[in-house]
Antibody
Framework: QITLKESGPTLVKPTQTLTLTCTFS??????????VGWIRQPPGKALEWLAL???????RYSPSLKSRLTITKDTSKNQVVLTMTNMDPVDTATYYC???????????WGQGTLVTVSS | DIQMTQSPSTLSASVGDRVTITCRAS??????LAWYQQKPGKAPKLLIY???SLESGVPSRFSGSGSGTEFTLTISSLQPDDFATYYC?????FGQGTKVEIK
């Protein structure tokens, strides 16, 4: 049974760096083809894909946010970490992590974590 | 970047109606399209992958079609549990969503 859960701060101040951790079970990020991605959703708005990391450490980023994002994995801890620099109130959103296989969409999602950016 | 455009943004329908949602890509994406259902306060749920393949456990009243730049998600007979927002996705891009609400 695959599960994912996001953790991190619920409130960050403008200009600060956000660090979110996705802790998962039921699969390994050392298995060929496996990936974990991050997606966010501002309140009342659409989904936005942020970043993705594969078993072979191949990393992909949203072109519009690439300069602010870093995604890493810790295979031994079954964790994926996303950092986003220079946070702004427009970055207020629910942040999800999700599992995928290469050439296949996100099939398992975490419950999401709401991050508010405010001074 | 490939842009994904969904229509309509909102759709009002009744239980038992046949519902169709369209997603258009700004350039050809072959059949690399997925559809998700999202209910308020919940994570999205995968319904369809590779444009027309039904994810395991998803009711057969959901179907997807299309290739290239135009795709559709069809619900053959709308059920009470189907009132939700639907998103298409191609790789790193989601559509803006279609809310299916009760008429």
């Amino acid at each position: 049974q695959i599960t994912l859960k996001e953790s991190g701060p619920t409130l960050v101040k403008p200009t600060q760096t956000l660090t979110l951790t996705c802790t998962f079970s039921g699969f390994s990020l050392s298995t060929s083809g496996v990936g974990v991605g991050w997606i966010r959703q501002p309140p009342g708005k659409a989904l936005e894909w942020l970043a993705l990391i594969y078993w072979d450490d191949d990393k992909r980023y949203s072109p519009s946010l690439k300069s602010r994002l870093t995604i890493t994995k810790d295979t031994s801890k079954n964790q994926v970490v996303l950092t986003m620099t220079n946070m702004d109130p427009v970055d207020t959103a629910t942040y999800y992590c999700a599992h995928r296989q290469k050439w296949y969409p996100f099939d398992y999602w975490g419950q999401g974590t709401l991050v508010t950016v405010s001074s | 970047d490939i842009q994904m455009t969904q229509s309509p943004s909102t759709l009002s329908a009744s239980v038992g109606d046949r519902v169709t949602i369209t997603c258009r890509a700004s350039q050809s994406i072959s059949s690399w399209l997925a559809w998700y259902q999202q209910k308020p306060g919940k994570a999205p749920k995968l319904l369809i992958y590779k444009a027309s393949s039904l994810e395991s456990g998803v009711p057969s009243r959901f179907s997807g079609s299309g290739s290239g730049t135009e795709f559709t998600l069809t619900i053959s007979s709308l059920q009470p549990d189907d009132f939700a927002t639907y998103y298409c996705q191609q790789s790193g891009t989601f559509g803006q969503g279609t809310k299916v609400e009760i008429k």
